[in-house]
Nanobody
C-alpha cells in the first residue's frame, strides 16, 4: 500500500518562498506520476502541479505557472513543490497524490493521497 506524507507547510509572509516535500513509502516513486493539489477554506480542491513518471514531464495550473516548481528525487522517494513569490491567495491545505496515469491533472485520476500540510501566507 502506497503511503504519502507531506511536510514543509507553515506560516510565511507574502513574497517569501517555501518548499513542500512529499515522502512516498510502500512503492517506488519512479513508477508513479505525482501531483500537488490545494484546498482553500470554503473552496474546492484544485490542481496545482504534476510531474509524470514518463520523462519527468511537468504540468502546472495557470495560477502557479512561473512561480511554483515541482520536482522529484526518485532515489529518495520524495517529491518537492518549490513555491516562490507566495501570495495570500495561496493559503490552503496542500496535498500530494500519486497515480500511474501519464499526464494527470484531475483529482479523480489519482489513487493515493497524503493527509495534507497547511500553508498560510500572511499579507
Amino acid at each position: 500500500q502506497v503511503q504519502l506524507a507531506e511536510s514543509g507547510g507553515g506560516l510565511v509572509q507574502a513574497g517569501a518562498s517555501r518548499r513542500l516535500s512529499c515522502s512516498v513509502s510502500g512503492g517506488a516513486l519512479s513508477s508513479y506520476s505525482m501531483g500537488w493539489f490545494r484546498q482553500a477554506p470554503g473552496k474546492e480542491r484544485e490542481f496545482v502541479a504534476a510531474i509524470s513518471w514518463y520523462r519527468g514531464n511537468t504540468y502546472y495550473s495557470d495560477s502557479v505557472k512561473g512561480n511554483f516548481t515541482i520536482s522529484r528525487d526518485n532515489a529518495k522517494n520524495t517529491v518537492f513543490l518549490q513555491m516562490n513569490s507566495l501570495k495570500p491567495e495561496a493559503t490552503a491545505v496542500y496535498y500530494c497524490a500519486a497515480t500511474g496515469v501519464i499526464a494527470p491533472t484531475r483529482d479523480y485520476e489519482y489513487d493515493y493521497w497524503g493527509q495534507g500540510t497547511q500553508v498560510t501566507v500572511s499579507s
